[in-house]
């Protein structure tokens, strides 16, 4: 097996992982039981988690709309699977509708979402706290509601183990421990480690630490990542609260800068732009959706688009619109046939 000749060009190679890497199955299943749990608990219903377990699929199906309402929230840069649970709360509340039907009707108002969904994130909270008589400071990002939502997503995505305490509800095993790669693993750990002989591998993830190296530790991959090229969430939390900087998230470059510079560059350098640009010259992002890319272009950086998302070939348009410089099925095709 060999490498695609373009990828002789780059001396490193960031990659995005859930979506590229990782599937994200695991994740939109967390988000699905966290909007149905937390709505259950404000309209104070007990929660029976064991029936929530049984019935994982059908809750994902109704919340999600048959994962109509992830494709269209994603498309409008939508990159947390927190802010994924957060965004169809607020939009459930906002749409109104009787049991199941809360759903269908969040879909249809998230349709009315400006296409950079981020940037509404507080007009979405104020418009709520007007509708529901709540605080829009307990209903914007980071505040109440959203932080009350990522503990129940992590008690769901991670277990009581992983979590380091016992779930609200009732014992929860994890859903991380049901993690696969998204090609096979067999063919990942040949791509990782044909690129990792002479170039830089490196990610820059919306993941938490643990969340990003569980998965490739268990697969034998961790070992093919450069140690200071492994970006995640945690750096961008750091990052944000030294700087008094909300934004860092993707779109914003940052991530994938922290990735190229390594993670022990200074914060206040890359946000300022102080660090050499020619490096961004032989650096390569891959990634599957549109936060990805605008990092990628705020940067300067090529970039390579994988159709193996949420809206998988649906997304090539997208891609060709933004002339993405690679545009590829998944991964795999890095490898050259024959």
Known sequence: MKLKSFLSKYDTVIFDMDGVITSEENYWTSAALTVAEYMSMCAGADVDTEMYIRRTDKIRETVFCGDKLIGLLKAKGVNSNWDLGYVTVLCARLAGGEGDSVFTAALEYAKTLPDNIIDA????????????????????????MWREMHGLFQEWFLGDALNGKPSKNGFKSG?????????????LLEILRLLSLNKRVCTGTGRPGIEMQRPLSDWGALRYFSPDGLCCYDHVEAAEKALGNNALTKPHPYMFLKALYGTDYDDKKIVEGLYDKDKIKRALIV????????AARAMGADFCAVLTGINGEKSRRYFEDMKAEYILNSIADFIEEG
């Not at 994130?121 to 109440?144: F, H, I, M, Q």
């Not at 990634?287 to 990805?292: E, R």
């Open 175 to 187: 859903l991380i421990e049901r993690e696969e790669p998204i090609i096979p693993k067999g063919s």
């Open 121 to 144: 994130y507080d007009a979405l909270a104020e418009r709520c706290a007007a509708v529901t008589g709540e605080s829009a400071e307990d209903l914007r990002r980071n505040g109440k």
């Open 287 to 294: 990634g599957d959706a549109g936060a990805d890319i605008l």
